[in-house]
């Protein structure tokens, strides 16, 4: 099978950011299939002026110059989108394949998606990373009406001319199915969990914490993503003022970059947390964040409160469960439900700031809690997020769409976890 991967935000393990489109791609590729990822190459000082060609672990990547950041506003980054959108149009016609895998956000990614599947005659699958264009919708981002209705109109016209979509978490799903797109042909591959690379690490754990003079032995909480607004990075504050109002040894590490990171650090600094007891460092490449979690106490995953952005399925919480380690959660939804479920860290919704200092200080130095909720993390990577499973689900989804089963993709990769009452 020759598979067409589009994705604009492709990454490398040696890149910041989520590596799903990489992961799934080797393993096609170590399974025997022909991969191409068109993708944007995003740095603001490329010299780069049209397509260049890189092979990574046996994945044809195809790059084009479009540059982007966090810090883009909203209309520069759909002027980023279509013009990604224009170029990889014509890049994935001139391919061979027998099927176009179309993974958003952005949405815009169905323009240059469907044209060229139409033209080859080939199926296209659609994957939804996030419920778009809903969330640019409640957070205020799409107010204009004539793009609320583009937005729209692209989500119904990228769902109807798809063979199979690919959901990243049953929230998600629901809002597909909730369009009119048929149930079965609905699969829920979440962001995985590798197993393997991000087993503890004594050592990296060590030279981690032996590199910064702040941390030594203290009780480590992380958050390690984006600072958008979406992301809601300014509870950390609140709760390191309330951990130090505690009198508390515990430090939180903030690791990463986006639009939203000089106003986190601005509020930490008049909060009086700035470098007492929160700290914030540039973001990682994937192949690093092993060693932080390995140092980690505890890791998070973040929300602004929404009910569009609970059916997320951020990396991080992936991370943070094959790393073994607890994890603390400030939305509802389904992440929420799994740890109240599995024990396996912190379900803080709707929970006042002072209550989740009190809580967080408490487990953080119960070296009993911290242990029997890290193998419960682990087991949770284990049972249902091992990237194995899931990657090997992703490519009989894409077969049975060659095939025409596309029917098929529900029970392939149905998303059901059995949550047992707390």
Not at 105 to 111: F, K, M, S
Not at 310 to 335: C, E, Q, T, Y
Request: hydrophobic residues 45%; aromatic residues 10%; charged residues 25%.
């Amino acid at each position: 099978m020759k598979v067409i991967y589009l994705h604009q935000y492709f990454n490398t393990p040696e890149m910041a950011g989520g590596t799903r489109s990489y992961e799934m791609a080797r393993r096609m590729v170590r399974a025997g299939h022909e991969v191409h990822i068109v993708t944007s190459f995003r740095e603001s000082n490329s010299q780069c002026k049209g397509w260049f060609d890189t092979e990574e672990a046996g994945i044809y990547v195809h790059w084009y110059p479009v540059p982007y950041s966090n810090h883009m506003s909203y209309k520069e980054r759909i002027s980023a989108f279509l013009s990604f959108a224009k170029a990889a149009r014509r890049k994935t016609i001139q391919l061979e394949g027998d099927v176009i895998f179309a993974t958003s956000t952005p949405l815009t990614i169905a323009l240059p998606a469907i044209p060229a599947a139409r033209k080859k005659k080939i199926p296209m699958v659609f994957e939804v990373r996030d419920l778009w264009p809903q969330m640019p919708i409640a957070m205020g981002a799409l107010n204009n009406p004539l793009l609320r209705f583009a937005a729209q109109w692209l989500e119904r016209w990228a769902y109807k001319n798809s063979s199979a979509v690919v959901a990243l978490s049953p929230g998600m799903k629901e809002g597909v199915v909730r369009s009119g797109y048929p149930a079965e042909k609905v699969a829920v591959i979440p962001n995985s969990s590798d197993i393997q690379e991000f087993s503890y690490d004594a050592d990296a754990a060590q030279k981690f914490r032996a590199e910064r003079d702040w941390l030594g032995q203290k009780p480590l909480l992380v958050y390690a993503g984006t600072f958008g607004k979406v992301n809601g990075v300014d509870y950390m504050v609140d709760l390191a003022r309330a951990l130090l109002a505690r009198g508390s040894d515990v430090r939180i590490l903030l690791v990463g970059e986006g639009a939203e990171r000089f106003n986190v650090k601005d509020a930490a600094f008049k909060a009086g947390v700035f470098q007492k007891n929160l700290f914030i460092e540039d973001p990682l490449p994937k192949k690093k964040m092993p060693g932080l979690l390995s140092a980690a106490t505890v890791a998070s995953n973040l929300v602004t409160d929404l009910p569009e952005a609970r059916a997320n399925s951020a990396n991080k919480f992936f991370d943070a469960l094959a790393a073994g380690k607890p994890i603390l959660v400030n939305h509802g939804g389904w992440m929420h439900e799994l740890i109240n479920a599995r024990d396996c860290g912190l379900a803080v919704w709707q929970k006042s700031i002072d209550e989740v200092a009190e809580t967080l200080d408490k487990k953080m130095h119960n070296r009993e809690w911290l242990v029997q909720a890290g193998l419960a993390a682990r087991n949770l990577a284990e049972t249902y997020f091992d990237r194995e499973v899931l990657a090997a689900q992703l490519i009989e989804v894409l077969e049975s769409a060659v095939a025409d089963r596309a029917q098929q993709a529900s029970a392939i990769a149905p998303g059901h976890y059995h949550f047992k009452p707390h």
